[in-house]
Each structure stands twice: as C-alpha cells, then as structure tokens.
C-alpha cells in the first residue's frame, strides 16, 4: 500500500469509528433536515382563518370552491369579534373573516405581508367565485392558479442546500481542526514528519477524506429529502458535486486556522465552532436571508458558505446551469488558499 | 568503525534558557547509548536536533554521515524514531496502526505483523491503542519505530510512566535492540536503566555534558566506597570504625553501614567476627556520580 492510500484508510477508520463526529456530521444536521423540511412544512403550509359567526359566503360556495377552501386555509370558529382581532394582532392567525350584512370583511395584519398579500388575494377569489355562483349564470372564464416554481415553495427545497452546506462546512472544519490539533499534541504530527511520506501525500490523504465524508453527507441528505420529502432536483443537480469539494477545502482551510490558532484539541474543536455557527446563520443555513437588512446580507458575501449555499440552490432547486457558479469556485477556492496561508503562517509543531 | 553520530557543540536556546549547552559526543555503529538525566536536562531537545525535527542555534550533527537538518529524505528511511507513547492515529487497532506506519515506508503488511509478534503484542492485534496498557502501547511504539528496519533507533524515555514490573518486561526487549548491529539511542531518567541496557551513557544536567563513558568505568572512576550494611545489633559504630581499612562508619537505622575502598578485607574481618547475618553489600551507582558531579541528590 502507498502511503497516501494507508494514511487516507487510517484516517477514514479514524473518522468513522468516532461515533461524536459521525453524530455531529450526518445525524445532527439531519434532525434540523427533518424538523425544517419535514415536520414545519406542514404547519406552514396553509393560511389560517377565524370565521367569527356564521359567515353565509363560505357556505354558499359551490362545492368545489368549498373544497379548495378547506384546502387553502384552516378554519376556526368564534362568537367574539374581539378575540379574534386579538389572535390577528398577535399573529396566532392570517385573517379574521365575518360578515356585515353582505359585505364580507376580512381582518389582517400587515406584520407579515407576504402571508397578508396572499390571504387578501386567496379570499377575493372566492368573492368572486361567491357572486358567480349567486349570479345563477355558469362561469364564462375558467381559472387555474399555477406556481411558477412548481411547487418550489415547499421548504425541503430551500432548507435542503442550506442545511446540507452547513453539515459540510461542520464536519471539514471540525475535522481538520481536531486532526490539526490532535497529531500536534500527539507528535504525530512529527512522527509522520520523520517518515519518507511526503507533506504533500500526507496533506492530499486528509483533503480525500474530508471529500469523500462531504460526498457521503450530500448523498444522504439530498437521498433522504427527495424520497422522504419529495424534493425534486433539477437539471444541474450534479454540479452540487464539484462545489462541495471546492467547499470543503474552504471550510478545511477555516478549520487548519482553528488548528493553528488553539492550544488544546477542544479549543480547536471550539474556536472551528465559533467561526462555523455564526456562519451558518449569516449564510442563511437556518433561515433565508431575504428578511435580513442589507448591511448583514452584504457581510454574509464574506462567508464561503453563503456562496456554496446560494450556488447549491441555483443547480439544485432553482435549474440554473454550470455558468452561475463560476464565481462561487473562484471565491470558494481564492478563501480556501488564502486562509490556508494564513493558518501556515501561524503553524507550530509543538502543542505548548 | 564509522561513527554513526557526531555532535559537536550543540547548542539550543529557548529565550533565556539553554536547554541544550554545548554537547559534544559521538556515538559508534551498533552502540547502545543512552542519554541520561532528570527532567528537564535537555535530553529529548538533543535527540530531536540529532533526529532533525529541531534545528541547531549552533552545532553540526551528523547523523550517519549527513546532516539531518532540514529535512533530509535520504535519511528517513535509515532512521527509526519513537517520540512518546501516544504518537498513534486515533482509534486504530494495534495491527492497523503498524501496518499504517510500515505503508509510510513501503513495508509489506507482513513484517508489520512479524513485528507485533516480535514484541509480544500478537494478543493485542486486533485492540485499539487507547484500550492498551502503558507497557503495550510502548511496545507498539517500538514496534512502529524499527518496522522498516532502521540503522539507527531513538528511544525517547520509552519506560517513563510505566510500573516497576513493566518497566523490567520492556528491558528484556530493549536489549534485544542492537543485535543486529543496529545502533541505539536511548534516553531515560532511571539510573538502573541506563546502567542495566547501555554500552555508553552522557549524562547530562541542565543542559551540559558531564560525564561520558561506560557504566562500569564512569562509576569506577569515582573512586567511591563500598558500602556494607551490617546489623548494628551485631556491630555499633566505634567497633566497626576500628576494622583497618575501613574509611567511615555510621548509623543507617537498623544497620550499621561500614564505607571502604577494601570491600575484601574488610569482609574477610567481618566474617571473622560472625557478624554476616542479613549483611548488605551496595557498589557505588552512576547515581553517586551524580552526586559527586552536581552535589545534588539524584532525582528524576
Ligand atoms: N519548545 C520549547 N520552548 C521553550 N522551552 C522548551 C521547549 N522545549 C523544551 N524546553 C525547555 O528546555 C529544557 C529541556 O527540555 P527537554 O529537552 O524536553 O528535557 P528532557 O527531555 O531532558 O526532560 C526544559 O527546561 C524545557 O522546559
Ligand atoms: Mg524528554
């Protein structure tokens, strides 16, 4: 065996037989996988009504409006106009409906506008379809709302990229700098020095394995959300592939400076954690960014992860081709060499 | 014979401290030499500058005729190096990680094995290095440092740590090091160990040099007493003093211990008198040369 296969072999061993950092790298991010996209999807999903009273248009709707309504939005019952004004304020609801005579009136808050725009034009459809149908006169105009995005809006799309670039930035860093740190302390770091293994074979060996647990990590998140979740890939899903290992070099590289930087293989562990956690939430990990401020999404351009995160989105969920992500491996790679000079820089042997 | 180490003026500074002060030695092929001294005296600089993981601040070593320093790729293979008993990789067994270290060399899987077999760890293979005992995992250490055959070997404290018993067990395999004409440096801070497993030894102390020579020679040249423990209800003090040759004698507990440079004389006397019951004789040690060369008390 060469030496760079024995030392990648010794590594992966390492790694996998590490039950903590199997937990960190597949296991932990898949639970937030699973509440993001699986379990608040559903509750996400539909608009929430408080009928107060009897409201007369609901029911006078021809059947299949009946059932789209059921389906649209989910519907309580009150007597007190007052508390349900209270759950509208308070976001526990979208809208309040009753009626006034004939009008019917529609209660909403406009904290959340997005969640506003599309309960006010959800529940003017249905007026119409109401007076179509009082009319007494068929339809002359058919109407079928389609998504653009086909049925893109469903969180597993969006939190699937995130999630997954994060699980990846977690594990390289985490990995190169507890290997780091840990070889330091152990002197094997000079053990391996004194061997006719080259830096080169011994540094290639450890980037092959930080590759090949991202690879593992894409195949069961991208695995387990397209046959639990549905989510659906688009065309270019594959270009995911080589961002990854542009990627993980760049998180490597952060965690060679964690490495660097700390004096015990917890610290490394530690300070890797400090750089990875923060940039995952400005990366938009957790949550999108679109509801950020400005001056925090322009500080995000500074985090390789934003760029793996959105460039993932575009080849995954969003079916943009290769071309748009010319730039995110120039970045990711331009991070990766200057972080790893800087972490060179400040290299020592000895753990003291 | 060429020497297979020379060293001449080695010097290593941290700030203000000289951890290494101009040393001087050289050591033969196929010698099994030891460095000796407390913690602290500058043994594992020495060996790592030697070694060519540190460099000089002034000095040359020659390290089977070449210069070590920076890193030279044409010596590795020659060298075999044990740095301290954990420099293993994480959660491998023992026989993964001998094969690891035999892979960096080009060393076929079966003399890796032969290897754990050779140091009693055929038991052990299939254990992962943090499950071993201390004693295990230096003989794996070991293992690890000759599995590609080196000329040379460096042993860095290999029995620090380790209980009394298997401090012994791990000498029995130490001994066996340079049978084959290997050349071994060791270092230790157990007086017994260097006399017991060295040809040479240095002995060195904050830094310096003291002495260098074989065990025997180094303790002859003391020039030291003999110490005889004799019972003192057998013996007190002022008799004792009164056997010709005897140079001191005083009260050590129980025992009445007799100094002489004329062991056999005096024990002829003793022996005359039937005072030999649990009667003790104690040679001078590299431990007194210690003594008579800092005035300190060895303590490791
Ligand atoms: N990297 C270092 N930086 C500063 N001081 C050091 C370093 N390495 C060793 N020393 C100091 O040099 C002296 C000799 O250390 P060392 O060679 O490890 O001694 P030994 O191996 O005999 O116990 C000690 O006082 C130690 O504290
Ligand atoms: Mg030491």
Known sequence: MTAFWSLSVATFKGFFRDKQSVFFAIVFPLMFLVLFGGVLDFETSRLELVEVGDVALVEELPPPAQDA??????????????????????????????????????????????????????????VDAANVAASGEPPRFAFRAERVEDESLD?????????????????????????????????????????????????????????????????????????????????????????IVAGTLSFMALGLLAGALAKSAEGAVNLAN???????????????????????????????????????????????????????????????????????????WDAD | MSAAIEVHGLTKTY????????????????????????????????????????????????????????????????IGVQLQASS????????????????????????????????????????????LSGGQKQRLAIASALVHDPEVVFLDEPTAALDPQARRNLWDLLGTLNESGRTVVLTTHYMDEAEALCDRVAIVDHGRLLELDTPSALVRGLDADVRIYVDAALLDVDEAAAIPQVSAAERDGDSTVVRTKAPSVVLAALAERQVLEGLQVKAATLEDVFLTRTGREYRA
């Open chain 2, 15 to 78: 700030g203000d401290l000289t951890a290494v002060d101009d040393i001087t030695f050289s050591v033969g092929q196929g010698e099994f030499f030891g460095i000796l001294g407390p913690n602290g005296a500058g043994k594992t600089t020495t060996l790592e500058m030697i070694e060519g993981l540190r460099q000089p601040d002034a000095g040359r070593v020659r390290l089977l005729g070449e210069n070590p320093w920076p890193r030279n790729a044409s010596l590795l293979p020659r």
């Open chain 2, 88 to 131: 293993f990789f994480e959660r491998l067994t023992a026989r993964e990680q001998i094969r690891t270290f035999a892979a960096l060399y080009g060393v076929p899987a079966v003399r890796a094995d032969a290897w754990l077999g050779r140091v009693g760890l055929e038991d052990k293979a299939g254990t992962r290095t943090e499950k």
């Open chain 1, 274 to 348: 400090f750089f990875v956690l923060p940039m995952a939430f400005l990366s938009g990990s957790f949550f999108p960014l679109d509801g950020a401020p400005e001056w925090l999404r322009t500080i995000s351009l500074a985090m390789p992860l934003r760029h793996l995160n959105d460039a993932m989105s575009d080849v995954m969920v969003r079916g943009l081709g290769p071309s748009a992500t010319v730039l995110t491996f120039v970045i990711l790679l331009g991070f990766a060499v200057v972080v790893t000079a800087v972490a060179a820089r400040l290299f020592r």
């Open chain 1, 69 to 126: 309504f059921e389906e649209a939005f989910e519907v309580t019952s009150t007597d007190d106009l007052d508390e349900a004004l209270t759950q509208v304020a308070e976001g526990d609801v979208d809208a309040a409906i009753e009626m006034r005579g004939d009008t019917f009136v529609a209660h909403y808050s406009q904290a959340d506008q997005v969640k506003a725009a599309m309960t006010q034009g959800t529940l003017r459809a249905f």
């Open chain 1, 155 to 243: 969180a597993i799309q969006f939190v699937t990229p995130g999630l997954l670039g994060w699980a990846i930035a977690m594990s390289a860093a985490f990995g190169a700098a507890a290997t780091l740190q840990g070889w330091r302390e152990s002197k094997l770091l000079r053990r391996l020095r004194l061997s006719p293994a080259s830096t080169g074979q011994i540094v290639a060996a450890r980037i092959g394995v930080a590759v090949i647990i991202a690879l593992v990590q894409m195949a069961i998140f991208v695995g387990l959300a397209t046959v639990a979740f549905g989510m659906q890939l688009t065309g270019y899903w594959w270009m995911a592939v080589p961002l």
